[in-house]
């Protein structure tokens, strides 16, 4: 009785061990992945702005920096753009404001230029620049302008909400953020790693959300074949 004590006690610690070696294995595993997946997020963002030449249908513009929407300013006057949102605007702040501040001439803001209040952060950019779209007939491509860190995470929230749209990114390039310091310099590792988390949370939840309309179309599907 004593020796089955003893050597089930034994057999007993290796297979705790061997849980914890796995453990290990399978942790060590997963932040392998999640280093690399920063450095490939890292090293696919823009260092230098585009020239841009298209022109579609629409221009939004993600508010967050002065410099994000005088870019956007500067696309939509070239004429690359039918109409331009900004959308996350601060609800305090006034029309007449942006207005005196953006290089366009009076006649096209007031026309052209709509100001998006309801968004507060990106998930609900996507969601206002979808309503805003579908209220102008703007149904085939848009012009993307937020920072270049932002603009995975902009492009995946939009693609989700308007699947038919071609966008083309404007990444801006901000002088107080250099990306290609994101090995090096704490500020700049902290910012696009956080990004990269709610970059690949992002993704998550888009993912959850179309695997739960698939399974709720499910039966409509099936009731399709069977009805046939």
């Known amino acids: 009785m004593g020796w089955k004590t003893r050597h089930g006690g034994a057999g007993g610690g290796g297979f705790a061990r061997a849980v914890v070696r796995a453990g290990l294995c399978l942790l060590g595993g997963c932040l392998f992945l999640f280093a690399a997946g920063y450095v ?38 070239q004429g690359q753009g039918k109409r331009m949102l900004i959308t996350g605007v601060n ?40 309503e805003w779209a579908q209220a102008h007939n703007i149904s085939r491509s848009l012009i993307v302008v937020t920072s270049n860190y932002h603009m995975p995470r902009a492009l995946a929230e939009l693609s989700a909400e308007l699947p038919d749209v071609t966008f083309y990114p404007f990444p801006v390039v901000s002088e107080h953020v250099n990306v290609s310091d994101w090995a090096t310099d704490l500020n700049v590792i902290r910012l696009v790693g956080v990004e990269y988390l709610k970059y690949l949370g992002a993704l998550m939840r888009i993912a959850l959300r179309q695997n739960e309309s698939d399974l709720d179309l499910a039966p409509l599907r099936a009731s399709d074949t069977a009805s046939q």
């Open 91 to 130: 609800r305090a702040t006034r029309s007449l404001e942006i207005a005196r501040l953006l290089p366009l001439p009076r006649d096209l803001f007031n026309c052209c230029v709509d100001l998006g209040y309801q968004a507060l952060d990106t998930i609900g950019n996507a969601r206002e620049t979808r």
């Open 40 to 77: 490939w997020f890292a090293l696919s963002l823009a260092r230098v702005e585009p020239r841009l030449t298209v022109k579609a249908e629409g221009v939004v513009v993600f508010t967050g920096g002065s410099d994000r929407v005088l870019e956007a300013a500067g696309l939509f006057a």
